[in-house]
């Protein structure tokens, strides 16, 4: 690729690379610069611009984003469509994100244009959760290098996967002592149901006994044989050496010792046993605890299906020291660990959140008295198809503003989970149900996806889109959808118009704004016309529902 400093008359074809404010005009930069753009950068008075050219082999970003990230993402792992190259990749299921550190670190050592960034390994994701982007630094690189980075990425099977936590069945035994109290049983119990609940099992048989080898090692031996997957012990006093009562029990029940102590704290004093297939864990006393200790790590890989070994329990060192005790030799209990510091979940880095508005409170005057939103389409409501469409996508929470006719509306969007927000002042027009939907939202909110409820076909893949393509930081704050040229909805907005959009008065959104901030708008070309087609005529409608109805006509076979 050369890049430098190109005459205006030579700049056809060229890719910008800086950003051109020209009148009401913006060019953004990685444009491809087309006739039409260097009359208008000519007529200007600028006689150079700093572009890119590609060289024979060289790959745009994007097409050398979406092959590196179609070559990263294994199971339950989707992609996004590529945007100034860069490709963000989500989790499908709840689990944990499990790849190959040195794996990921050879494809990074590449080329210095081709970078992948992660979550921590073995990070416990929700479905829609961001776990990585690929992301492409210059405008075009060597298409070598994408060969080398993608067999990297496929090498032995795609670099990430999500393991996804499955219903286990779980039992827990419990020891006591002289003068051991109940409660203290009774409240280790709930906490580890609790436990188990996080992860989408439940409790399946608990019982208790002397914390005696003779005692436990029958009810060790009873519960995997009674079909738990998983058999957690809890003794009364915490495991002290490989010949402990505990390890004791469980090797008197026919099980082995697999491992004692792990680099983590708390939880150092784990130990790891197996009875035939089913694990045994020797549980540390932090595990009475709620607060994330070193028997989470290796509760969640058990039950998301992850094999845990002497060897991975040995590699957990690293990020091991989830809690400070400053006050040793306190009692833990006594110590002030910062109450955040021991989640893993709480240093995940969240990608953009981005919501969305589904404005449903209007009168439908064009369509000459019944309400559109109610109209079936396909046998669904409209606002009901809309409503699927929002929730296909990974724009959450989705808000519904509601106002005409609101009691059917809500009927109409039944059971989805669509949070609903009241506009008695819908009346005042389309300003109201924007400002009550943009105030119902979530602080933490960094953007949001403006649909009217009359956009049934707009798909969750082009929301998606829109997302994808949203970064403040690089001047992309309003992400306007396109299609052959022409804008159409919905638009995704940044925070910091909020503001400007609660102050609108009347029937109107924000499209002024757009105008009035050209060079923060990013226009993205969809693939369908589904971004340009709301239903406010009759014919419009009745159109809708012959495209709807139609039959597919398969091509014959030759």
Known sequence: MRFGEVPIAEAAGAILAHSLRLADTALKKGRVL??????????????????????????????AATRIAAAI??????TATAFTGRANLFAEARGLLVFDRDRLDRLN?????????????????????????????????????????????????PLLRVAAFAPRRVALIQTRLPGFKESILDKTRDVTAQRLAALGCALAAEERCD???????????????????????????????RRDVIPAAIEAAGGRIEHFGMPVDPGNMLLLG?????????????ARSPKVNGFDWVLERLIAGVPVGPADIMRMGAGGLLAEIPSRPLPRAEASPAPDATSRQAKVPPGPRIAALLLAAGRSRRMGGPNKLLEEIDGVPMVARTAQRLLSSHARPIVAVLGNQADAVDAALGKLPIERVPNPAFAEGLSSSLKRG????????????????????VAGRDLDRLIAAFNPLEGRAIIVPTR??????PVLWARRFFPDMAELAGDVGAKHLIGEHAELVAEIEMDSDSVLIDIDTPEALAA??????????????A
């Open 211 to 241: 914390h005696d080898a003779a005692d436990l090692a029958p009810r060790i031996a009873a519960a995997a044989a009674g079909g738990a997957e998983i058999v957690l012990v809890h003794g009364a006093s915490v495991i002290v050496d």
């Open 544 to 557: 809708l529902r012959e495209k709807v109805n139609a039959p597919v006509v398969k091509p014959s076979a």
């Open 73 to 78: 993402a294994g199971a339950d792992i989707a």
């Open 438 to 457: 943009l105030a119902a939202l979530p602080a933490d909110i960094d953007g949001v996806i403006v649909c009217l409820g009359d956009m049934p076909l």
């Open 109 to 157: 050592l590449v080329d210095e244009g081709v970078t992948l960034g992660t979550l921590p390994p073995f990070a416990v994701v929700e479905p829609r959760q961001m776990v990585a982007t690929v992301k492409i630094i210059p405008f075009a690189v060597p298409e070598t290098a994408i060969a080398a980075a993608a067999a990297f990425a496929a090498q032995g099977g």
């Open 34 to 63: 087309n006739p039409a753009d260097v009359e208008l950068i000519a007529a200007a008075g600028i006689d150079h611009v700093v572009a890119a050219r590609l060289d024979p082999g060289d790959i745009r970003e994007d097409e």
């Open 274 to 286: 197996r009875l035939g297939d089913t694990p045994v864990l020797g549980l540390p006393g932090c």
């Open 484 to 489: 052959r040229g022409k804008r159409g909805n």
